[in-house]
């Protein structure tokens, strides 16, 4: 993917998406698309857009942290490796 700038916007159907920026007006595939259910909306009034940001950004700092497994030196990692650990 070539270097751009990113966005976070809602859409017309309320999903939150996080997509690069256009710079010719066109939409753009969304990287990641959050949806915020109607009642978690109504409980967070004005705030859940700001949550939605705040998820977002946490994402983008994971993936260009130091602590990502997803270096390009890295081998990928098995569907195992994403299972949750139960513990009881």
Not at 15 to 44: F, K, M, N
Not at 77 to 86: A, Q, S, V
Request: with cysteine; hydrophobic share 35%.
């Amino acid at each position: 993917m070539k270097e751009s700038y990113l966005e976070i916007v809602e859409l017309d159907n309320g999903d939150i998406v996080l997509r690069p920026a256009s710079e010719d007006g066109e939409e753009t595939v969304p990287l990641a698309i959050l949806q915020i259910p109607d009642d978690t909306r109504s409980y967070l009034k004005d705030r859940y857009f700001e949550l939605a940001k705040c998820m977002f950004h946490a994402g983008i700092d994971f993936v260009y942290s130091d602590d990502s497994f997803f270096d390009e030196d890295s081998e990928y990692l098995d569907e195992e490796d994403f299972r949750p650990k139960i513990l009881h």
